[in-house]
């Protein structure tokens, strides 16, 4: 494989991460503005919101069989557009059924997608050497913030949904096909983990032969999930908490997001370096540890400014986690790394369904400042099962270190 084709893929896989990363931030953010225009009520709005990650699973557990029988870069080809479709179709309609069916869409090609991407950007790491997997996290973030920017305008200027997406769509999607012609499928892994070996005989075939046990998986499959209720924390409750429980104006609410947004596009773009030079586990400690610091300090934050300091150090702890989970996969299933990302990603769901409903139902019934404690103690957590993430001494994301004679950009 040449280190020009690599790059290529490198640079395509990134762009396929920063459209999805704008594709996702239009939706979530738009949230009022897609209520209002279907006539969606306060009691049916959690429905609609559930369905999404749940059927997101459902498509990413659909992609394991998938790409069994074709590669994941010919799967991510057709998957993305299909997201960016029902993008346009969540905002073009005007009847309830129309809303249900563009967002189940959109939901089970987000599944495939974020599995197809990931299933990549790991097989690239391998290729590469060297961790590079939160560099196309780092993407992700980066189109969150420039589809955040997006959607704000067009709720400044009062614009309707199809107004907003349809122009966004016409750049991403010519961009996305155009890109997909450079998509590397990596090569499977030249042998297999002690971890892998001794899962023989247990549940699930690979495509390559090698089984994916889940007992070996739970433990990242957990960490994912503490995650994303850490994540979805903040995205949900970060400025009702200021505003209701900290006393900051309305405008200064919905600051610690973006403060949040912007701290994790910095600790991954920087996050690699750290994985190469300390490896996967120290770094994944030191991101649990600062995280869970950063919960404890909204919890008991005497002002907004300190609230805003808590969040920002959630932003740097919890970037890092994410990416090396899917690392850590596959490298404990090198021989099967597709399918065990594929069952990994869709925990990412379940953290984003039982997050939000978790923390707000806490704080609806005992405290807000309490309910903060809940993903403090299960980012925690992820101390309990950072072995997981591979020797310590691994510095190369893939779990196959060699002297990096060449580097391929």
């Not at 749940?54 to 992609?63: D, F, H, M, W, Y």
């Not at 999607?173 to 030249?190: E, I, K, T």
Request: with cysteine; hydrophobic share 50%; charged share 10%.
């Amino acid at each position: 494989m040449t280190d020009v084709r690599l790059r290529r893929g490198r640079a395509s896989l990134a762009l396929s991460f920063c459209a999805q990363g704008i594709a996702f931030a239009l939706l979530v953010t738009r949230i009022p503005a897609l209520q209002d225009q279907y006539g969606i009520s306060d009691g049916l709005l959690p429905a609609f919101l559930a369905g999404v990650p749940i059927l997101a699973g459902v498509g990413s557990v659909t992609t394991e069989h998938l790409v069994k029988r074709v590669a994941p870069s010919v799967a991510l080809r057709w998957v993305q557009p299909l997201v960016l479709l029902a993008l346009v179709g969540v905002a073009a309609g005007d009847q309830m059924w129309q809303a249900a069916v563009s967002l189940g869409a959109f939901g089970l090609a987000v599944g495939g997608l974020d599995a197809c991407m990931n299933m990549l950007g790991i097989s690239l790491q391998r290729a590469y050497g060297r961790s590079i997997i939160l560099g196309f996290h780092a993407a992700f973030s980066l189109g969150g913030i420039v589809g955040a920017s997006l959607a704000w305008v067009g709720a400044h200027w009062d614009l309707s949904l199809l107004t907003s997406y349809l122009p966004v769509v016409l750049v991403l999607l010519p961009l996305c096909l155009a890109g997909s012609r450079w998509y590397v499928d990596g090569a499977p892994a030249a042998g297999a983990s002690k971890a892998s070996e001794a899962s023989e005989g247990s549940e699930g075939d690979a495509a390559g032969g090698q089984p994916v046990a889940f007992r070996l998986l739970l433990p990242l499959c957990l960490v994912m999930a503490f995650a994303y209720i850490g994540d979805s924390t903040v995205s949900n409750w970060s400025a009702k908490y200021l505003q209701d429980v900290l006393g900051s104006s309305e405008q200064l609410s919905t600051v610690p997001y973006n403060v949040y947004m912007v701290t994790t596009l910095l600790g991954r773009a920087a996050g690699d370096h750290g994985v190469r030079r300390f490896g996967a586990v120290a770094v994944v400690r030191g991101g649990a540890v600062l995280a869970s610091a950063g919960f404890a300090v909204v919890a008991l934050a005497p002002g907004p400014w300190t609230g805003m300091l808590g969040f920002t150090m959630l932003g740097f702890g919890l970037c890092v986690i994410v990416p090396q989970t899917y690392a850590a996969a596959g490298r404990l299933f090198p021989n099967a790394s597709d399918a065990a990302i594929a069952r990994l990603n869709a925990f990412n769901y379940v953290g984003y369904l039982f997050g939000s409903p978790l923390v707000g139902g806490v704080g609806g019934a005992w405290s807000y400042r309490g309910a903060m404690l809940i993903p403090m103690v299960l980012v925690l957590l992820t101390l309990v099962y950072a072995r997981s993430f591979g020797a310590e001494g691994a510095r190369y994301g893939g779990g196959h270190e060699r002297p990096r004679t060449v580097d391929v950009g």
